[in-house]
């Protein structure tokens, strides 16, 4: 029987009414999920971004998925980069028929130009592409340099085949070629220079410095960071260098080119888990506006503390990059705040408003931001001759070792070590002394210290102790080859290479000290725009260590070659005085030492605000 119920207008009215509310609360209570989804994800304060230039989540961006990410990336590149360098002064020597001085001061000429391009790719990334394209776009570089060098080496340089083990001599080679080699080698140079700086940067980024527990994390990824190149070095030093001393060139530097091409591959995998920052502008041209604006008002007046010195205004705050942060007023180099004494001819009127002139009148940011660059010249100045001791162990202490014994293991059969593998001992002291730091040392001065609330040691105290080791590396080295020497030129057995493991151990642990403490303290104390200018430093001083061993080597040469001497470094070692020039550096660091604790002590660490300025919200911080 069919249904003729129909509901009255009344029924309807409250029919509807009842689907209507429930459509309204399942797209209220369908908001909200999609609410709470959305904001699951706590948003970074520092002004870092993801691919997209929205604020980065740190759920989805960053933290140590991104940071080991950076680091695999980087014991690959090191990989690459050692499988060419801790054996090029024996390429030059045996391929290309270079003697030891000069072979030497080639490959610490190669390795400061290769530093050098650091400050160049930190420069790029600050100042227009941002670290992850300046990293991706020179291990680009990187990687064609290596193919280079791999296809002229295999092609033409490496004749007869097998040649350059130390046995077989290789065949002349014709300035086109040798220019070819110099080319690719360069080319290396400018891939991983301007990539190193900008990779320990990037990989900081990842970690949000105002948020206590991703700030530890940024702290133990310089450790970690630093391992992982040493780690990335360990392959090179030991079965790259092996293969290479027995004449397999091109396939060492075809792996090496191999291991490039993945780490680019890493790299970009991780594209859209990083975090990113913005370039801030060219840092040369704020700091010619300070120099000039200073100068200009050299006779303008400064009230006690800094009162009434210029800091951008709302307006301003709203059109920088987000990820301002001001730096407050210090009481050091009081000329250059001249730079920031507001009068009226430093503004333009423009309609209704006023323009400040920056060549005229700076901000007290930009200010502080120039002293802290200059505050830091003499801490990284004071690095340089350290560099210079710690480059020997890719030169001279590699010679050192090729005219050493190296069959050891003699009850076993035999085995032949590479000179260039011995730095695998530093490689080891490095992973050591870094866990031994981390676990043992650093909370054994925080207890002493106080009763386990403080840090440990800090950078500065960490480069000093760097110092200190690189000193007693230097006597060691300097201690073996007077040894050495004198079995020698006594007719007794030559001294196995194994005793150079104390020299290379004691290089490792000063690293960790230096160059770690370095990392940390360039990144720590450059301004918020030169990050990667920070971290170029260390890079720099290393660069300008190469250099200033070349000028030492050559003088040393030049005063104690005289008069048909064969000098301290000769061809034959044997006839030479080499345990003088590592107890030469060995003074040099010490001198360097009593320095450096004086500028440190000199030293007072910059102020800021605490409160990173964002695109939300800036007026009023400003």
């Not at 129909?6 to 609360?25: D, G, H, I």
Request: charged content about 20%; proline content about 3%; overall charge neutral.
């Amino acid at each position: 029987m069919e249904n003729s119920y129909q509901p009255s207008q009344q029924e309807e009215q409250v029919t509807s009414e009842k689907v209507r509310e429930v459509a309204v609360k399942g797209l209220v209570e369908e908001g909200e999920g999609k609410f709470k989804e959305e904001n699951a994800y706590e948003y970074t304060m520092d002004g870092s971004v993801d691919m997209k230039g929205k604020p980065a989540a740190k759920g989805r961006t960053g933290g140590w998925v991104a940071g080991w990410l950076v680091l695999v990336n980087q014991g690959l590149v090191t990989l690459a980069f050692f499988g060419v360098s801790v054996n090029l002064v024996l390429f030059l020597t045996r391929v290309l028929q270079q003697d030891n001085a000069d072979a030497a001061n080639n490959v610490s000429k190669w390795t400061g130009t290769v530093y050098i391009f650091s400050l160049i790719g930190a420069l790029l990334s600050d100042s227009y592409w941002g670290r992850y394209t300046t990293c991706a776009i020179f291990q680009a570089i990187f990687v064609l340099g290596l193919v280079m060098l791999s296809l002229s080496s295999q092609l033409v340089l490496l004749r007869p085949a097998g040649c350059g083990d130390g046995e077989t001599k290789c065949g002349t080679h014709s300035a086109v070629e040798v220019w070819v080699f110099y080319s690719s080698l360069y080319l290396i140079g400018l891939g991983y220079g301007g990539y190193q700086p900008n990779s320990a940067s990037f990989g900081a980024d990842q970690f949000e410095e105002d948020d206590p527990r991703e700030a530890r994390s940024k702290t133990s990824f310089f450790s970690y960071f630093y391992l992982a190149l040493n780690l990335g070095s360990l392959f090179s030093n030991t079965f790259l260098s092996y293969l290479q001393d027995r004449g397999m060139w091109a396939l060492g530097f075809w792996a090496s080119a191999g291991s490039a091409l993945l780490a680019l591959a890493v790299f970009l995998g991780g594209t859209h888990r990083y975090r990113h920052f913005r370039p801030s502008g060219n840092p040369v041209s704020s700091v010619c506006q300070v120099a000039v604006a200073a100068v200009r008002k050299w006779t303008a007046g400064i009230a006690s503390g800094g009162e009434g010195l210029y800091e951008m205004d709302g307006k301003e705050c709203v059109e920088a990059a987000a990820g301002y942060r001001r730096m407050l007023h210090t009481d050091g180099l009081k000329f250059l705040d001249r730079a920031a004494v507001a009068r009226a001819a430093d503004f333009t009127a423009k309609g209704k408003a006023f323009l400040r002139d920056p060549w005229r009148l700076c901000t007290v940011t930009q200010v502080e931001e120039v002293k802290r660059v200059l505050h830091l010249l003499p801490i990284w100045l004071c690095t340089i001759p350290y560099s210079v001791a710690f480059t020997q162990m890719a030169s001279l202490f590699v010679v050192q070792g090729a005219a050493m014994r190296t069959d050891i293991l003699e009850a076993w059969g035999g085995f032949r070590v590479p000179a260039a593998s011995m730095s695998a001992f530093d490689i080891l002291s490095v992973a050591l002394v870094i866990l031994l730091n981390r676990r043992l040392l650093d909370p054994l001065v925080s207890r002493l210290r106080s009763g386990g609330r403080g840090s440990g040691l800090t950078e500065l105290e960490r480069m000093g102790c760097g110092l200190v080791v690189a000193v007693l590396a230097m006597a060691s080295a300097g201690a073996v080859e007077k040894c050495r020497l004198r079995r020698s030129r006594g007719g007794g057995s030559s001294l196995s290479i194994m005793w150079q493991v104390p020299q290379y151990a004691l290089v490792g642990a000063s690293e960790v000290f230096m160059y770690v403490g370095q990392l940390e303290f360039f990144n720590a104390e450059a301004p918020d725009g030169l990050k990667s200018f920070g971290s170029a430093l260390c890079m720099a001083s290393i660069s300008f260590g190469n250099f200033a061993s070349e000028v030492i080597v050559t003088a040393v040469m030049g005063a104690t070659g005289r008069g048909g001497r064969p000098g301290w470094i000769p061809e034959d070692l044997n006839v030479g005085h080499m345990d003088r020039f590592f107890f030469l550096l060995a003074a040099l660091t010490s001198a360097d030492l009593v320095l450096y604790l004086c500028c440190a002590k000199w030293y007072k660490r910059s102020k800021m605000e605490a409160k990173f300025v964002g695109e939300e919200g800036l007026a009023a911080e400003c």
